[in-house]
């Protein structure tokens, strides 16, 4: 998990991933305040971006997550949740396991699971060994408008 401002992103790019950079210039560059809701294409399905505006729930209700096919990269734009944080092997696995139309195998369970505020102007990325429950309440009513960049994990983790 990396978890920063979208502001120091361009100072972080010794990290030498270039579709995770790619995906940050995308997030530093496009005004998503007139961007229209929905999917957005940046590079053909290895790299493209879900823009949505939602409020957040309470953790009961928010599903804790792994995909196998895509790297998040979770950017609020407005607002601001909690979103929880673990590692793989800590979490206990639903039993209808992998749901690949959905790319996610879902948790009933994270052991020792951190809850993080991210807030607008935050980004975090999750690998898929990373357990993440997005979309977690911080401030009850407050609507958050957030971007997922998904990044192809077979063209990333090469």
């Given at each position: 998990m990396?978890?920063?401002?979208?502001?120091?992103a361009?100072?972080?790019?010794?990290?030498n991933?270039?579709l995770?950079?790619k995906g940050?210039?995308y997030?530093?560059d496009?005004?998503?305040?007139?961007?229209?809701?929905?999917k957005h294409v940046?590079?053909g399905d290895a790299?493209?971006a879900i823009?949505?505006?939602?409020v957040p729930?309470v953790?009961?209700?928010?599903?804790?997550e792994?995909?196998s096919k895509?790297?998040d990269i979770q950017?609020?734009v407005?607002g601001?949740?909690?979103?929880g944080?673990g590692?793989?092997?800590?979490?206990?696995?639903?039993p209808?396991g992998?749901?690949a139309?959905?790319?996610?195998t879902?948790?009933s369970a994270?052991?020792d699971?951190i809850?993080i505020?991210v807030?607008?102007g935050?980004f975090?990325?999750?690998?898929p060994?990373?357990i993440?429950?997005?979309?977690c309440?911080?401030?009850?009513?407050?609507?958050?408008r957030?971007?997922?960049?998904?990044?192809?994990a077979d063209?990333?983790?090469?």
């Amino acid at each position: 998990m990396i978890l920063g401002y979208i502001k120091n992103a361009d100072k972080e790019a010794g990290l030498n991933m270039p579709l995770l950079q790619k995906g940050l210039q995308y997030l530093r560059d496009t005004d998503f305040s007139t961007i229209a809701l929905g999917k957005h294409v940046i590079d053909g399905d290895a790299l493209y971006a879900i823009v949505a505006e939602y409020v957040p729930d309470v953790k009961e209700n928010c599903k804790a997550e792994t995909h196998s096919k895509y790297i998040d990269i979770q950017y609020i734009v407005s607002g601001e949740e909690i979103m929880g944080f673990g590692d793989i092997a800590s979490g206990t696995a639903e039993p209808e396991g992998y749901l690949a139309e959905r790319d996610a195998t879902f948790y009933s369970a994270v052991k020792d699971e951190i809850a993080i505020k991210v807030s607008s102007g935050m980004f975090a990325v999750f690998f898929p060994w990373d357990i993440h429950r997005p979309s977690c309440v911080s401030k009850p009513g407050l609507t958050v408008r957030k971007v997922v960049v998904k990044i192809k994990a077979d063209q990333y983790l090469k």
